[in-house]
């Protein structure tokens, strides 16, 4: 499978939900591991706004295995905590570090999948303690491993001012 046919199944999927604009993909020295578009050894996440969730399309590659055909459980875990950080920038409009992250494998994930889909939502805010739960699904939905992310989210004026944070913003805002 190439790129336009992800692009397609994609485009299936997303209908009703609205691209979250990366707020730093004009900053200089920007090369996240999750979710830059211009890192080559990245995972370069994209992310959609679907009401109280954040939810990304991506296509696993070989690159990424551990055993034969088998996702590495490490990429799994940047999958989530990726996800679970864009929780933190749409939902929260803020930055933050994970504190504390728990990853339960349920199920082998295929690196010759079509397309996983990843699910996160906040569950719980106190004060500056977020955390989000996530999700991620193989191709036929079902449940392949979930993580529970503890985020200590920084003031906005620090996310401003340290973290080049701007603001996060869905297309058409």
Not at 72 to 89: F, P, R, T
Not at 162 to 171: A, D, I, L, Q, S
């Amino acid at each position: 499978m190439d790129s336009s046919d992800f692009d397609t199944i994609i485009n299936v999927y997303i209908t009703d939900m609205k691209k979250i604009n990366n707020p730093y993909k004009e900053l200089e020295g920007y090369f996240c591991f999750g979710c830059a578009p211009e890192n080559e050894a990245g995972v370069k996440m994209e992310f959609y706004e679907d009401g109280d969730e954040i939810v990304s399309y991506w296509k696993p590659e070989a690159k990424y295995q551990g055993w034969l055909n088998t996702l590495h459980g490490g990429i799994q875990s940047v999958l989530i905590d990726e996800i679970c950080a864009w929780v933190v920038m749409r939902k929260l409009q803020t930055t933050g570090v994970t504190s504390k992250m728990e990853v339960k494998y349920m199920k082998p994930v295929s690196t010759l999948d079509s397309c996983l889909t990843l699910r996160a939502k906040i569950v719980s805010l106190i004060r500056n303690i977020a955390v989000i739960e996530a999700c991620l699904y193989n191709s036929e939905g079902v449940l392949c491993s979930k993580g529970t992310c503890t985020y200590f989210t920084f003031p906005h004026e620090k996310a401003v001012n340290e973290m080049y944070f701007r603001e996060c913003t869905v297309e058409g805002e």
